[in-house]
């Protein structure tokens, strides 16, 4: 079975700091990896997904990389803004399989 | 846009109520999942669907059933509501591997049985 860890729990960052969220995960023969922010209760928005074959995803101010070697995600956000405040989720199949295990997640708060 | 949609954002129900949460996807999307969220214990899948009547159990699935008679609707039926059902339920949905495996997630449904 596929295990997710997240770590840190939580994190508190003045506004302007860049962010680096970490995600590991068991069994690096992963389709992707996904990466989903969730505010207060509310569903999931997805970030970026990783394919097993890419190295990193950018998007905006988001950039993903993935190191399947070494079962290893991290998620870079740069330039933080008190919008960024939410609950981060990583995401990975177990091989052969479609449904996600999740990590416990990060919870981020940026202080104006 | 991709949509998913959850019938209901808050619901409360009695103890013994069966009840119904539902969940549409306009993605044209294979694969089906409901989900439940708790502080601490974080997502858990209940089941899974990846077509139209095709269901498999998740981690949680006592106390729960589903019905996917067409590929756009999943629905997500508790027999008899007990309080340890109380919790935030999320659906989401996805293509096959074999595509753009991107999982879509619903605005989720806070249940609390009282």
């Known amino acids: 079975k596929q295990e997710v860890t997240q770590i840190p729990a939580a994190l508190s960052v003045p506004e302007g700091e860049n962010l680096v969220l970490n995600c590991s995960f068991t069994?690096?023969?992963?389709?992707?990896l996904q990466w989903f922010r969730q505010d207060p209760g509310k569903g999931l928005t997805s970030l970026l997904l990783i394919q097993s074959s890419q190295r990193e995803q950018t998007s905006g101010r988001l950039n993903a990389s993935l190191d399947k070697s070494s079962g290893r995600s991290t998620l870079y956000i740069a330039a933080s803004q008190p919008g960024d405040s939410a609950t981060y989720l990583c995401?990975?199949?177990?091989?052969?399989?479609?449904?996600?295990?999740f990590g416990a997640g990060t919870t981020v708060t940026v202080r104006a | 846009d991709v949509k998913v949609t959850q019938s209901s954002r808050y619901l409360v129900k009695r103890t013994g109520e069966k009840v119904f949460l539902e969940c549409v996807q306009d993605?044209?999307?294979?694969?089906m999942f409901w989900y439940r969220q708790d502080p601490g214990l974080g997502l858990r899948l209940i089941y899974f669907?990846?077509?139209?009547?095709?269901?498999e159990k998740g981690d949680i699935p006592e106390g729960y059933s589903v019905s996917r008679e067409k590929k756009e609707r999943f629905s997500l039926i508790l027999e008899s509501a007990s309080t340890n059902q109380t919790s935030m339920y999320l659906c989401?949905?996805?293509?096959?591997?074999?595509?753009?495996?991107?999982?879509?997630f619903g605005q989720g449904t806070r249940l609390t049985v009282v």
């Open positions: 993605m044209d999307h294979e694969n």
């Open positions: 069994d690096s023969a992963i389709y992707n």
């Open positions: 995401a990975a199949p177990p091989p052969n399989d479609y449904k996600l295990s």
């Open positions: 669907s990846y077509d139209v009547k095709m269901k």
């Open positions: 989401a949905s996805s293509f096959k591997p074999s595509g753009n495996t991107e999982a879509f």
